[in-house]
């Protein structure tokens, strides 16, 4: 029993023993764990710092070998004779090739032009724009006329301001407007060239028709144009016969006045339809035309056609003055309304006769219209059939107060 315990005793130093030895050896072990990893991190950074100075010793070290051997080289290859004579053959074929044509110029010739035509439309739109001799386009001007052209009372002035549009469109038409009544007419814009007219300035041939008047106007004036599309444009016409008649316009849009009736639009199915009759005498002829539209809307025309021989001027003459307006029926009369010289209301007494075919305008005198379509409104329209029935032959006699 005593050797056992000895044995024991013994086997539990030798444990303990061992136990403290294994436990530095894992301390030590750990500590040359750690200082492996510095030395291999140490020696990693000195590996690439190695590394890149070799690499550049190594560029260096070709960069020098490669230029020292080249110059070598050439100074081995070529002496100062060699390169003499190569040189002179180089030269000596330059001087024997033909030499290199020069290309034309084309650019500039061709942005000169370019340039001259862009300087002349410049050119061309700054005259016509601030000196240009245009006189189409719509002129308004304002005249004084007696006030019988409108309604008056006691307490207004003896005369009014009436506001005229001229309208030179193109094919030398002339069309004179104030409020809703329109002339006809025509122009000849021109130089100045025979006697009694400014030689060299312009002039202008007005022949046309007073859409208040009726009175047909055919005369020369001379045309003064001044100012510009900015500042405004005025046309002063001065009558060359008579220096005292002078027209100043100013260039202006167009306006359309603004008509109203009275009271509600009431219908005639009887009256609606286009109505002509004519009356002749001294050499001319009238022809007029009534133009009744449902939607309650009225346009009369009047055509004077005034034959050489009364004309004055040894030619046919036609003016036609238009008028637009409104309507209603109101028991038995054609109530008119429109704009000539000034607010206007007309009323015309009529009656439907000849199944639908005559409108007679009733009064002091009666005047038959005869409805577009029939064979009396046919011959009246027609200028080279003569009156053949009696509807037409006593349209054509009639004269008419208006």
Not at 81 to 91: F, G, M
Not at 232 to 252: D, F, M, P, V
Not at 261 to 272: I, S, Y
Not at 314 to 339: P, Q, R, S
Request: some cysteine; glycine content about 6%; aromatic content about 8%.
């Amino acid at each position: 029993m005593d050797d056992n315990k000895e044995i024991l005793s013994a086997a539990e130093e030798a444990a303990e023993e061992v136990n403290t030895k294994v436990g530095e050896s894992a301390d030590e072990a750990n500590e040359a764990a750690e200082k492996t990893v510095d030395a291999a991190e140490t020696t990693a950074e000195a590996v690439d710092n190695a590394a890149e100075t070799t690499a550049e010793a190594v560029d260096a070290d070709n960069q020098a070998g490669v230029t020292e051997e080249t110059l070598n080289n050439f100074s081995d290859s070529y002496s100062s004779n060699e390169i003499s004579d190569e040189l002179k053959e180089v030269q000596d074929n330059a001087e024997s090739m033909p030499a290199p044509k020069k290309k034309k110029k084309l650019m500039a010739p061709i942005i000169v032009s370019i340039c001259i035509v862009v300087v002349a439309a410049v050119v061309a739109l700054v005259l016509t724009v601030f000196f240009g001799k245009n006189i189409e386009g719509s002129w308004y001007y304002e005249q004084e006329v007696q006030t019988s052209y409108a309604e008056s009372t006691s307490d207004e002035p003896p005369a009014m301001k009436i506001g005229y549009w001229f309208i030179f469109e193109g094919n030398n038409k002339l069309t004179v407007k104030s409020g809703s009544a329109s002339g006809s007419g025509s122009f000849t814009f021109r130089t100045g060239s025979v006697e009694g007219e400014p030689i060299g300035e312009p002039v202008v041939d007005l022949n046309f028709i007073d859409p208040l008047s009726n009175q047909p106007i055919n005369s020369t004036f001379k045309a003064d144009i001044s100012g510009n599309i900015f500042t405004g444009q005025k046309l002063t016409l001065t009558s060359i016969q008579n220096a005292e008649l002078k027209i100043e316009l100013e260039k202006k849009n167009h306006e359309a006045p603004e008509i109203k009736r009275n009271g509600d639009f009431v219908a005639d199915k009887q009256t609606e339809g286009k109505w002509v009759n004519s009356q002749s005498g001294y050499g001319v002829t009238y022809v007029s035309v009534y133009d009744i539209k449902s939607d309650g809307t009225i346009t009369i025309s009047d055509t004077q056609k005034i034959s050489s021989q009364f004309s004055g001027t040894g030619k046919d003459l036609e003016y036609t003055v238009t008028i637009e307006g409104l309507y209603t029926c109101n028991k038995g009369k054609l109530e008119i309304y429109y704009d000539r010289g000034g607010t206007q209301k007309a009323e015309i007494p009529y009656q439907i006769k000849e199944k639908g075919n005559v409108l007679t305008i009733t009064g002091a005198q009666e005047i038959n219209f005869y409805k577009v379509g029939s064979a009396s409104a046919d011959e009246i329209l027609n200028p080279t059939t003569q009156p053949s029935t009696e509807a037409a032959t006593e349209a054509a006699a009639q004269s008419t107060t208006k």
